[in-house]
């Protein structure tokens, strides 16, 4: 899987990666945005994702998979 960075296009996967972002940031995790505008974790994980500093991969689909659910869509 490769290591991405910027905002997923799926909305599904922009929601799971700010809040297992979140989750780290309220277990100690540091900020890796210096000159945050909110307090609130989420708002954290959200402004690291959109600075383009948080890392994330997502898992490869089968191909057929893949046809699917550009066909939902």
């Given at each position: ?11 599904f996967a ?57 066909r939902r869509?």
């Amino acid at each position: 899987m490769p290591v991405l960075t910027g905002v997923p296009e799926s909305q599904f996967a922009y929601v799971v990666v700010v809040s297992r972002r979140a989750r780290q940031l309220m277990i100690g995790a540091r900020p890796l945005v210096e000159n945050l505008r909110s307090r609130k974790n989420s708002r954290i994980a959200e402004e690291e994702l959109h600075a383009g500093v948080l890392e994330y991969s997502l898992p490869d689909l089968p191909e057929d998979e893949e046809r699917e659910a550009r066909r939902r869509k």
